[in-house]
C-alpha cells in the first residue's frame, strides 16, 4: 500500500507480508498465456525451486488432493509454462455457456479500438491507449478473440506486440484491401506525427 | 461545543469571525442534535446578519468546508441530513421572513426567489462537487485492481457466437475519425469573451503575396479598397512584424508621407508565417 | 464427453457428476464480464439459491475461511455479477508484472459531470449542464467513449438524449448496484424541479 515504493520494494514487501502460493496465484489468474517457471520466480520474487515445490502443491491442491475441496479449474504445465484451466470435465459445461450467449455486437470502445487499428497498423497497445486516452487491453482482447485482428511481430526493441486488422474485418466491411478504406487524413496525420514521436519506435 | 483550533474544520474557510467555536461544533451538534434551527441560527448567528440578509454564499462556504472533514460514507450519510435541513429551512425563508403586514411587491419577492434558487442551485452545485470525490476515489482505487480477463482457450473461442456486424465501410471510417479526434478535456475557456475578429496571420499572407507578385508597394495600396478599420491595423501590423522578420524594408522619404514597401526577404517560409504575430493573440 | 449429447442432456450430466462448486468455478475462469446470479445458475443447471449459496461459500473458500489456505485472488460481486480478482493486497506484485500504463484520469469536470449524471438519470445534457453551469458537450463524449455511461432514449417531445450510467460504470466504481452511491440529499431533486421551471416550488 506504500504509494511511494520503488520497484523492488513492492516485491520484497509481498514476500515479506504473503505466502508464496498466494502470489503465485494472484500471477497466474491474470497471465494469458502459459508463464515458464523461471518468470514466474521472477514475478513472485521467490526462488524457483521454493515456486515450482508451490505449483506442485497447488496442481495437489486444486486436484482436491490438499485440504480444501477439488477446484473447477486445474493447473497445468502446458507448452514449458503453467497456465489456468478450465478442469476437463466441465468443458462442455463451458462449451454450452459459450455458445448459448447472445450473438455478440462489439461495444462502441471495442469498434473504436478496432477503428484505430485499422487505420494505424502496425501499431501497439500502448499507441491505440494513447490515441484512444483509455487503457484497451480488455478491448483489445476482445478483438483477438473475434479474429478481427491479429499480432503481427514483436518490437525489436521493446519487445511490444505489434497488431494488425484480419482479412475478416476486411470481409465484414465488403472491402478487398485495407486501400480501400475511406481516408481520413489530415486528422490521422496530424495525430499520427505528435504519437510518433511520444512513443518507441 | 469549543474545540482546540486546530480541529476547527473551518480553518480555512473565509472570515472566520468570532463564531469560530461555535460553527466548529457543528460536528458535536450533529451527534446531538438539538433542532434544526440552533444550526441555522448559528449560522446566521456567525455572520452577524439579519436572516433576511444572510450571505449565502458564505454559508455555503461554511457547509462546504464542514463537508470536507467529513471521511468515511456515515459522515457523508449524516452531512446528506444537514443538507436536507439547511436547504429546507433556507427554502423557508421566503414565506416565513418576508416583512409581515408591509406592501411586499413582486420585484422584491422575485428577487428573493431568485437568491433562494442560487442557493438552492450552488448547493446542489456543491453536493455533487462533493459527491464528485467519493467517485474518484473509488474509481482510483478500482484502477489498481486486477480482475481474471484472460482469452479464452482455442478448443472454447471456436464455439463463439457469430459475431453481429453492422458497419458499413463509412460508418468504419466515421467511427476511426470519431476514435481519433483528440480526447482532452477542455476547460471553460474565456477565449470567446476577445476572439480575435480579425487574423493578424491572415493579413500577412495577403500582405506577403501583394509585395512578392511585384517590384514596391505602397501602403497605400496595400489597403486599398478596406474599409474596415480592424484591417488597415491588422495589415500595419504585419507589415511591422515582416520587417522585424527582415522579410521587407520600406521608405519613407518624408514624414506622415507615402510609405513604399519592397519585398526583401531571400528565403521565407509559410512556417514563419504561421508564427508571425503570435504575440498579438492573447 | 459425449459429442452428440443435447444441450440439457450435457448439464444434466454435469450436474449428476460434479458438485456444483466446481461447475461455478468453471463458469467464473472463463467469463470476461461479471455474471450474475441468475444466468450463473442457468450456466450450471442448478437452482438460484443453492448457486448463492456456493458462491458465499467459495467466497469465504477463498479468503481463507474454508478448509484450504486462502487464495491469492478473490471473489467478488460488482457491477451487478460476480467475477474473479487478484486479491487486492497483491495488486501491486500484479501490477509490476503486468507494467501495463495506468489509466488517464478524469478532469474535475468529468467526475462532476459522472455525478450528476449518476444520480440524476435519466438525464439530459442540458439538464447536466444547468446543474454544472457550464457546456458539458465534450465532457459526457469523454464519457461515453470511455464506456462510463450511455445513451439510454431520446426525449419523445424534444428529441434531446436522455442519458445514465453503464454496468461498467459500477465495475469501475466496485460496487454491485446504483444503490451503493453514497446518499445525497432527496432535496437535490426537489432543487432540480424548482429550477426547471424556474421558480421554486
Redesign the interface.
Known sequence: ?TDD?S?SS??E??VR???L????????????EPIGLVALAA???SPVPAVRQTLETLVD?YDGR????????ELREVGGGWR????E?????????????????????A???L??I??KQPVTR?QV?S?????V??VV??L???G?ITELFADSETGAINYGTSDALLQ????NSLD???P?SP??DD?ADGFDEGTIR | MAPSPEQNPLADAPEPVEGVEETAGFRVSLTNFDGPFDLLLNLISKHEMDITEVSLSAVTNDFIAYLSHLDDDEELDQASEFLVVAATLLDMKVAGLLPQGELVDAEAVALLEARDLLFARLLQYRAFKEVSAWFARCLQREDRRHVRAVRLDEKHRRQTPELVWTLTVDDFAALALLAFAPKEIPHVGLDHLHAPLISIREQAAIVVTLLRSTESVSFRELVAGVTEPGIVVARFISVLELYRHAALSFEQLEPLGELTLRWAADTWSDETLATLGADYDR
Not at chain 1, 490515441?131 to 487503457?135: D, E, F, K, L
Not at chain 1, 465484414?172 to 472491402?175: A, D, F, K, M
Open positions: 500500500m515504493s520497484s513492492v516485491i514487501e509481498a507480508d504473503t505466502p502460493s498466494e502470489r503465485v496465484e494472484a500471477i497466474l489468474l491474470i497471465v494469458d514475478a513472485v520474487g491442491d490438499g485440504h480444501g475441496p477439488r477446484r473447477g479449474f489456468l484451466y478450465v478442469r470435465n466441465h468443458d462442455d459445461l463451458v462449451a454450452e455457456f459459450i455458445g448459448g450467449q447472445a450473438p455478440a455486437r462489439l461495444s462502441q470502445a469498434l473504436e479500438t477503428a484505430v485499422a487505420y500502448s491507449a490515441i484512444r486516452a483509455v487503457n487491453d480488455s482482447r476482445t483477438l478473440a473475434r478481427l465484414h466491411l465488403g472491402i480501400e478504406l475511406p481520413i486528422l490521422l495525430g
